[in-house]
């Protein structure tokens, strides 16, 4: 199979990649660092530098394929995050049209079922909605659970004031997945894939409550880790002093509302299946002997 992978080397990308090659694929990986093209050959993949929002571009990279993973790469300067994201999904769209693109695995997330409400999440919608128009070509969509990984943003006030904390409760169940579970459930769809039509998956690890996340934090410091709710102006502020935009921490803030507001895990809460088999525990307890030994 040819495969091309949109996301570079990032958390879920590198992993598919390196799946993929290991069983054998031609795998392409289309990234916006020509730096990175040296460790892309060293895994055994091809390099395809360009932008994602050129889609003449990626008509020529997606050409060939048998089938392309696709995801929104992160916008953390955006001011207008929804219409940034519709016009990166309508060049995906334009791209797989051009290149004859019969089967795309999609990363979405959890919400994407509403197109407003759910703050970052809502995008999504307009994702799968763009994509679902492509007439000929088999699509799924993997609505993902909050990342594991979000955690490394968490560090320095665990090690130093003893909190986690986000701007809801935390006694409020999440869905959280491994980025590693979603290249798994994207790389058993990409290489042989059997799929029809439009659908979506959700995809999550584990679950668990913001305290019971602090509870593991607690008994990997040693130290009485607890979990904070923080005010909706004090996420945004946050957000920004780590180099969002004022768009893009309020988009941040609204993600957490719909959370504490019953909204963003409703539709996941009727299909729930976790599927991914990392735990949080192993991985929280890897993050941590990582800074460690660092």
Not at 214 to 237: H, I
């Amino acid at each position: 199979m040819k495969i091309t992978i949109i996301g570079s080397l990032g958390n879920v990308s590198r992993q598919l990649a390196a799946t993929l090659i290991s069983q054998g694929h031609q795998v392409t990986i289309i990234t916006q660092d020509a730096h990175k093209t040296g460790q892309i050959a060293a895994m055994g993949a091809k390099a395809a530098v360009g932008s994602v929002t050129d889609s003449a571009f990626l008509a020529t990279a997606f050409t060939g394929a048998d089938a392309v993973y696709t995801m929104i790469p992160p916008l953390a300067a955006a001011t207008n995050y929804y219409e940034e994201v519709a016009a990166i999904a309508t060049g995906y769209r334009e791209a797989l049209t051009a290149a004859g693109v019969k089967y795309v695995v999609n990363l979405s997330s959890i919400g994407a079922e509403q197109p407003v409400g759910n703050g970052l999440s809502g995008a999504f919608y307009k994702v799968e909605d763009i994509l679902n128009q492509l007439p000929d070509t088999h699509i799924v969509h993997l609505r993902a659970g909050m990342f594991y990984t979000n955690f490394y943003g968490n560090l320095e006030m665990i090690l130093q004031q003893q909190i986690v904390g986000n701007n809801f409760p935390g006694d409020i169940p999440l869905g959280l997945v491994h980025p590693h579970d979603i290249a798994d459930a994207a790389a058993a769809l990409l290489a042989a894939p059997a799929f029809t039509g439009k659908s979506f998956r959700y995809i999550t690890s584990d679950e668990k409550t913001g305290a019971e996340i602090a509870m593991v934090f607690s008994q990997l410091t040693g130290q009485p880790v607890s979990w904070a709710p923080f005010p909706d102006e004090a996420l945004q502020q946050g957000a920004m002093q780590n180099g969002f935009s004022a768009h893009m921490a309020s988009l941040l803030m609204q993600v957490g509302a719909s959370i504490r507001e019953g909204r963003l895990f409703a539709a996941y809460e009727k299909n729930k299946v976790i599927t991914g088999r990392r735990k949080f525990d192993a991985f929280a307890g890897e993050m941590m002997n990582a800074v460690v030994n660092s």
